[in-house]
Structure formats: C-alpha cells, structure tokens
C-alpha cells in the first residue's frame, strides 16, 4: 500500500504540473520574456544573444522556484496541521479528501459547462492583473512575487489535486509523508522545468504553447478525475 501511495504522490504531482494556471502562466512568462530579449538581442552579436538567452533561463528559474516554495510552504503547512490533529482521529483527513472529491466534481461541472459560466474553478482577476504588474518589471524581485503570485493562483485550479494528496499523505508516518511531499513538488515543477528549456527554441516553443492551448480543456477533465480518484482511495485509506 506504502508503493501504491508513493506511485499516486508522484503521478498526481506530474498531473498537477500541467494544470493551466501554472503551465500557461510559464508559457506567458516565456512569451513576454522573449520578446523583450527578442528585441535587446536586435542586431547584437552572438555572444550577447547567448547571454540573454541565459538570461531568460535565469528568469524562468527564479519563477519556478517561487512556485516551488509556494506549494513546499502550503504543503507543510496543511500537513503539519493535520498531523497535530491525528490524535482526535482522522476526521481532517477525511474532510479534506470530500473537499478534493468536491472540487473534482467541480471541476467536471466547468468542463462541461461554457467559458462564461458562474464560479469557475480559475485564478482570481486581482491576482491575475496583480501577478502581471510585477511581472512586467522583469527583474528578479519582480519574478519572485510574480511566481509568488502564480503559486496562490494555481489553488483555485487543482487546489483539489494538492488537498488530496496532502490527506492521503496524512496516513503516513511524519517522515514519509515529507518526504513524498518534496517528491509531489519535484514533479509539480517538472513539466515547468521542461518548458523552460525549450522557450528558448521558438518553433519548439510554439508546439508546446499551441498544445497547451489546444488540450486546455482535456487537461481540466484529467485533473478533475485525478482529484476524484485520490479523494476517494484516501478515505478508503483513512475508513
């Protein structure tokens, strides 16, 4: 079983990393950035292109560690709590694996419903022109608040996914479950570290953006079975 909740921490955390709040707000990140490279990089040598290119790794790199801190700190956060509750039962693990089965319910619910609908699982518009003002600055500080941003913007996305995984985790002895929930953030960020690498190849770039585009809506279908499945197998675990 100890396997079972190891394998479903990870995929879960890869399933996560490509919800659209997260991957598009990269792909945004990417798009801005390269432009303004684009446009330094005009009738520069190919050294100084080079460096700006680093640059927008540099960029990227401090955007993805802001998300990664984020969730790290939510995560440890909900956890601790839950563990200093276990000795009153398992009642908060349980309560949070009917929210995530709740928000995957919801999140069918926007599936299937149009994009102008009422209460739809997405960013709140403050945060999202918040998140833009600072990430127009470009500069290190900037991104830092940016991603800061970004990370709280992906709650109301696949908050489901992390409140989940976070309950099943809460089954497991303190240690283990940390350790799986660097794991779960490690492959959280994975398919943004990916993106990263190829923004600045930008045929490769455009693939990845128009697939994103493209797959918007079956991305949303997989999170809210994802966040289902694993709300409902945490209270068989916790039953």
């Not at 005009?42 to 401090?62: C, I, K, M, T």
């Not at 709280?152 to 989940?164: A, E, K, R």
């Not at 490769?204 to 409902?232: C, E, P, Y």
Request: with cysteine; net charge positive; hydrophobic share 55%.
């Amino acid at each position: 079983m100890d396997l079972l909740v190891a394998f479903l921490t990870l995929v879960a955390g890869l399933a996560d990393g490509l919800n659209p709040c997260s991957f598009s707000g990269l792909l945004v990140f990417a798009s801005v950035t390269t432009v303004a490279i684009e446009r330094s990089c005009h009738d520069l040598d190919p050294e100084a292109a080079d460096f700006q290119r680093g640059r927008l790794l540099r960029y990227g790199a401090v955007w993805i560690v802001a998300l990664f801190t984020v969730y790290m700190l939510l995560g440890f956060g909900f956890l601790g709590g839950i563990h200093m509750l276990i000795a009153e039962g398992h009642w908060a693990g349980k309560a949070a694996a009917v929210v995530a089965v709740g928000m995957g319910l919801w999140m069918f619910r926007d599936y299937f419903s149009s994009e102008d609908a009422p209460l739809r699982l997405e960013p709140p518009k403050h945060l999202r022109v918040l998140t833009g003002k600072y990430l127009r600055v470009l500069t290190y500080p900037g991104i830092l608040v940016a991603g800061f941003l970004v990370g709280l913007c992906t709650v109301p996305c696949s908050g489901g996914i992390y409140v989940s995984v976070l309950a099943m985790l809460s089954t497991q002895e303190t240690a283990v479950g940390m350790a799986l929930l660097i794991a779960y953030n490690v492959m959280f960020v994975l398919p943004l570290v990916l993106v990263l690498a190829v923004a600045t190849n930008r045929r490769t770039f455009r693939s990845v953006a128009r697939w994103q585009v493209n797959h918007r809506d079956t991305v949303k279908f997989v999170l809210g079975a994802t966040m289902i499945t694993l709300g409902l197998f945490t209270l068989f675990l916790l039953a």
